[in-house]
């Protein structure tokens, strides 16, 4: 399985319009993406400018398939548009 952890610094005046976009995209995801078993975010108790997004998929072909859907084109966007920094992203192999 095919895994990445996002970190995603929000600007202030732009959480409203993260959070929709990212609820969006994550309902989305569920709905239309069988093979992406979790596509979760979460927001930072101490830092409520800081969200981890988690995602699973069966594979890597899985992932390729997410990055390609309308509706990531179309939210994606607007997501990054809403960062006040660079967002971290690292990939992982699930173990269990």
């Known amino acids: ?13 732009m ?3 993260f959070e929709q976009a990212q609820t969006e995209l994550s309902e ?12 979760d975010l ?4 101490d830092d409520p400018l ?5 995602a699973r998929f069966k594979d890597e072909a899985a992932f390729e398939y997410h990055q ?3 509706f990531h084109d179309r939210l994606v966007p607007p ?7 660079e967002m971290q992203l690292t990939f992982y192999d699930h173990i269990a």
Do not use: G, N
């Open 1 to 13: 399985m095919t895994v990445f952890v996002a970190v995603l610094k929000v600007k202030p005046d």
């Open 15 to 17: 959480v409203e319009q």
């Open 28 to 39: 989305l995801t569920h709905k239309h993406e069988p093979d992406t078993f979790v596509y």
């Open 42 to 45: 979460i927001r930072q108790k």
């Open 50 to 54: 800081t969200y981890i997004c988690y």
């Open 68 to 70: 390609q859907t309308d």
């Open 79 to 85: 997501i990054l548009e809403a960062l006040s920094d």
